[in-house]
């Protein structure tokens, strides 16, 4: 888990990468920092108070207690026997983090060029305390969701769909952009491909963190994450081709995250031969989105 949770922090450079290598060159390093600072930012919110809020005593099935973790108030070495019974509880606060931290960046790349700092870093703050916590609360914090039977292994709906809603409604409210397609060029395909490494290499933490624990579940959500990446890559591949007619880098690379993001939330819950489906679905609903 300590592996896993290192793997996950690594995604957050590499979507920094990623997005940084599809921007204008003007734009590059200022796209790269809203990556990078949210590890400072949300961090500190995590650790005063974030936490209590996402898995302290649930409050009515809708938020959790701030004061149960609140500056890291028991949270120790002792597993948790509602959150963690397989780990120390410290090490769950900290795999739990590294979600909250790369969740507001993934929307960043809906707006890039467009928020300015001031903005983005009021984004980070409101949007982790009013969107990220209650809803990982409802899902992992035994809150409303979770006592209904919904289920997410490792944050298709607390991180990916809340990202994908965000990152909707931002576009919504700041407008269509200013420049012609023929502007928005990627600056560095290169750095763009090592930020998508990266986040494959982290993505295997990602999910088969899900499981708390090295063992048959991880295998499987291991196994899966691997299957539904080379299935999104290739059917995203194959649909370019006969659809638009041709096929570039920036396909092999966006198939290939659509496939890992679609498996999160079923990665442990289904066998690898449906993963190969869920990588179809995301290489053809994703291109069409």
């Not at 919904?150 to 809603?165: E, L, Q, R, S, W």
């Amino acid at each position: 888990m300590m592996l896993c949770t290192a793997m996950v922090c690594l995604m957050t450079p590499g979507l920094a990468f990623f997005y940084g290598g599809l921007a204008r060159k003007r734009s590059v390093l200022y796209i790269m920092m809203q990556s990078f600072i949210s590890m400072g930012i949300v961090t500190l919110i995590w650790v005063y108070g974030g936490f209590g809020l996402a898995f302290g005593k649930d409050e009515g099935g809708v938020i959790g207690r701030i004061s149960d973790y609140f500056a890291l108030v028991h949270v120790g070495l002792v597993p948790n026997p509602v959150h963690a019974a397989s780990i120390p509880f410290a090490l769950f606060f900290l795999f739990q983090l590294m979600f909250c931290v790369i969740t507001v960046p993934l929307i960043s790349g809906a707006f890039a060029e467009r928020l300015n700092m001031k903005g983005y870093i009021l984004l980070l703050i409101f949007w982790t305390y009013l969107v990220y916590i209650p809803v990982c609360h409802w899902v992992w914090g035994n809150g409303f969701l979770a006592k209904w039977g919904f289920v997410d292994f490792a944050g298709g709906t607390v991180i990916h769909t809340t990202a994908g809603f965000a990152a909707l409604a931002s576009i919504i409210v700041l407008g269509k952009r200013k420049l012609k397609q023929a502007g928005m060029k990627p600056s560095n395909l290169m750095a763009a491909a090592i930020g998508t490494g990266l986040l494959w290499f982290g993505w295997f933490g990602f999910n088969s963190g899900g499981a708390l624990k090295a063992g048959a579940l991880s295998t499987k959500a291991f196994t899966n994450t691997a299957i539904s990446l080379a299935s999104g890559m290739v059917v995203w591949i194959l649909y370019a081709k006969f659809v638009r007619g041709k096929v570039n880098f920036i396909d092999v690379l966006t198939g290939s995250v659509a496939g890992l993001a679609t498996i999160t939330p079923c990665a442990g819950y289904i066998n690898p031969a449906s993963a190969v489906l869920v990588g179809l679905a995301a290489g053809i609903i994703c291109n069409v989105a």
